[in-house]
């Protein structure tokens, strides 16, 4: 017997009520940066880019998985403070519970020393994994992209590696959330499996850009805007996304807040050394540069850079003018706790400390990377070109969230830059999360307020 149309929009509005709960779960969480106690970035750097022994029988294979972990990141979530590399570990918070990365290190017993070029495709193409569906903060609908043999030259990578005995706690998530079934709801939504098709009207170097930055490199994942329920927002790609109380930038060609100021040896010398004349790379991008980019070959970042340069400028978007009062009381305090660092007139010190004056990120929309700047300060990853790990420091337990407001209204309609004011409750709100929140010391007394 049919069901009745009440009947059915009942059940519908459950699935999506959980479809809904499930995605603010799972929204592309980014975990901190993985080198722990004892475990420097360069001892991680050099153990990425050992050279692959030409004795071995499928060296060639081995190389391109290597190159292929390295462009994907791999390190950065499965790594976990004290622990080996790839054996993973590494709790990925989110709202409502952690997902903790899996071992793929070639252990037998806890990793992925069993598995098979099919059962590896699998995960990686379908998000199907030893336990069932994986959970999307794995990023297998970029991963989807990769051909099938470069999965099996990531998998002989993986499998070449020392094997650890370790197994990730399980993870902590709430019923139904933690019914792997739950994601099956997501993916007919949201997902689905298509391996990258080269565009005959581009250049080889344009499509080996395109392959990267949307397959392995799974860009997109942070710098594209999700709607309500955690997917890519139609036709919005690379405009800029929110994670992790920071925001990764607009990659579009808008010259405002995006790379429309940047040639394609700026993005090259970004993606090698984490800094240029414009920016540098801190947050979760201090990583990325630190155990991907800075790592890759010279012609796959041109590539990229290649293929990042030809996007199309998203929308300029609409800004209120500042409050004159805070214009005012902004100047004052960057001339005090700002200047000597970036200067007077935000000029910055090149490569150093970035210019604030057509600054993309200074001007996004989303205001919640500034203030998470100013108020937990920053660490631009170290690479081989660049040692030092330069930092920004904190200045919550200096200036209060009106303070950071001016501030940072102040930066961002400076010297040509034009973007929406800040606001103190939001600095408020934000500095609770970060767990910045303690009482500050006055500037008169020893006293707490």
């Not at 071992?103 to 098979?116: E, K, L, S």
């Not at 069932?132 to 043999?149: E, V, W």
């Not at 947050?283 to 155990?291: E, H, R």
């Not at 305090?333 to 990120?361: K, T, W």
Request: charge should be positive; hydrophobic fraction near 40%.
């Amino acid at each position: 017997m049919a069901r009745s149309p009440r009947r059915r929009n009942l059940v519908l509005g459950g699935i999506t009520a959980i479809v809904v709960l499930f995605a603010a779960l799972v929204f592309w969480p980014r975990p901190a940066a993985p080198a722990s106690s004892g475990i420097t970035d360069f001892t991680l750097t050099s153990f990425l880019t050992r050279p692959v022994p030409n004795a071995a029988p499928n060296a060639g294979q081995l190389r391109r998985g290597q190159a292929l972990v390295i462009a994907g990141d791999c390190l950065s979530c499965h790594a976990r403070e004290g622990g080996a590399p790839f054996a993973g570990g590494l709790g990925l918070n989110t709202p409502f519970g952690t997902i903790f990365s899996t071992n793929i290190t070639p252990d037998a017993r806890t990793g992925i020393g069993g598995w098979d070029g099919d059962k590896f495709y699998r995960a990686m193409h379908d998000g199907v994994g030893r336990s069932g569906n994986l959970y999307p903060a794995m990023p297998y609908p970029q991963f989807s992209r990769l051909t099938h043999a470069d999965d099996d030259a990531i998998l002989a990578y993986l499998k070449s590696l020392p094997a650890v005995d370790y197994r990730a706690p399980d993870n902590r998530l709430p019923f139904p959330i933690n019914l792997r079934v739950m994601v099956n709801g997501w993916n007919l939504l949201f997902f689905k499996p298509a391996t990258f098709q080269a565009d005959a009207s581009q250049s080889a170097e344009w499509n080996r850009g395109a392959y990267l930055v949307t397959g392995p490199g799974h860009c997109g994942a942070c710098h594209t805007p999700k709607n309500a329920l955690g997917a890519d927002q139609a036709g919005k790609a690379f405009r800029g996304g929110d994670l992790d109380n920071w925001v990764a930038p607009d990659l579009t060609g808008n010259s405002r807040t995006g790379l429309g100021g940047w040639n394609i040896d700026d993005l090259v010398e970004f993606l090698k050394t984490g800094r240029n004349a414009h920016a540098s790379a801190a947050g979760s991008m201090a990583d990325v540069v630190t155990y991907s980019t800075s790592l890759m070959s010279d012609p796959d970042r041109h590539a990229i850079a290649v293929y990042l340069k030809s996007l199309p400028a998203s929308p300029d978007a609409a800004s209120r003018h500042p409050d004159p009062g805070a214009m005012k009381r902004g100047a004052a305090i960057y001339s005090d706790v700002c200047a000597s660092c970036h200067l007077e007139g935000g000029l910055g010190q090149s490569r150093a400390f970035p210019p604030l004056g057509g600054n993309a990120m200074l001007q996004q929309a989303d205001t919640t990377g500034l203030e998470h700047l100013i108020l937990a300060g920053a660490r631009v990853g170290p690479t081989a070109l660049r040692p030092s790990p330069l930092t920004m420091p904190s200045f919550a337990w200096k200036l209060t969230d009106g303070e950071i407001a001016d501030v940072g209204t102040y930066v961002r309609n400076s010297w040509g830059n034009r973007a929406a004011p800040l606001s103190a409750g939001a600095v408020k709100n934000l500095r609770h999360k970060l767990q910045l929140d303690k009482p500050r010391l006055t500037a008169n007394s020893g006293d707490q307020n």
